[in-house]
């Protein structure tokens, strides 16, 4: 075993140990930090906007990219008790070798549908679409239309843990797509605390598979405010990105409409 994956083998068991020790009991329930996505929606006419930094690292030495998304802004608008409205958009930085790119990425428009609500039960389900637009600089652009689709699944084991989990199909405009998933568990450490991991990856263009991991943490300011802190590494490539943001829900009556 090689010192890179030795490193890796003593974070993951840290943030496992964590687990055990310790999802929040949250009012606002939020689609990050993690890869998965939460089965619920924001409730009609609300507001939720969900912001972040992201830098991000892929590939070796002889070829490597570094990423940076600052802000990274998801805006959800619930058209309904069970429908929300979504708008994902994102200032990205790039340097490919001694490349360097900057501008805005693709935008994404798309909806969360709440297949199954919560109440009596223990389990949730929702149904999440993007559509991808080129609109993004030109340079950072994939000058093609593409969706992402995934069913979101969520079970509440006991008061204070619970797993959700994501099955999806992405298309880009080439190939045959890609089938992706991540299964998020989370326990509450207290009432403003709680502590997440997560295996994720995808089969790309049905035929190469990758296997990621992350983990993190999100802390309750109030019930409608919440921060966080998230890192992932690659599992079978190399890749590593760290992650800070905050999330803040605005309810219709307190927007005056």
């Known amino acids: 075993m090689d010192k890179e994956s030795k490193v890796k083998g003593k974070i993951i068991s840290i943030i496992l140990g964590l687990f055990v020790i310790a999802q929040s009991n949250a009012q606002i329930i939020t689609d990050r930090p993690d890869q998965t996505e939460s089965s619920r929606v924001v409730g009609l006419g609300n507001l939720q906007i969900e912001s972040g930094l992201l830098i991000g690292f892929e590939g070796d030495k002889e070829i490597s990219s570094r990423q940076m998304l600052l802000p990274t802004n998801l805006f959800r608008y619930g058209i309904t008790n069970n429908i929300e409205l979504r708008l994902l958009s994102q ?3 790039q340097k490919i070798a001694d490349k360097s790119l900057q501008g805005i990425s693709d935008l994404q428009i798309g909806t969360k549908i709440q297949l199954l609500s919560g109440n009596n039960r223990n389990t949730e389900i929702a149904f999440l679409s993007h559509l991808i637009l080129p609109t993004g600089t ?3 652009s994939a000058d093609s239309y593409g969706i992402i689709n995934k069913i979101s699944i969520s079970h509440s084991i006991t008061e204070n843990i619970g797993i959700g989990y994501n099955l999806g199909y992405d298309n880009f405009d080439q190939g045959n797509g890609n089938l992706t998933y ?3 568990l989370g326990i509450s ?3 403003k605390v709680g502590v997440y991991i997560e295996p994720y990856g995808q089969l790309e263009d049905m035929n190469d598979y990758v296997s990621n991991f992350d983990a993190g943490f999100t802390y309750l300011a109030n019930k ?4 966080d802190f998230s890192f992932g590494t690659g599992i079978n490539q190399k890749m590593n990105y760290l992650s800070v943001g905050c999330s803040w829900l605005l309810h219709k009556q307190n927007r005056g409409s």
């Not at 409608?224 to 921060?227: C, I, K, S, V």
Request: proline letters at 0%; hydrophobic letters at 40%; charged letters at 25%.
């Open 91 to 93: 200032y990205e930085t």
């Open 182 to 184: 991540s299964v998020a």
């Open 138 to 140: 030109q340079e950072l």
């Open 224 to 227: 409608d405010l919440q921060f």
């Open 189 to 191: 450490v207290n009432d």
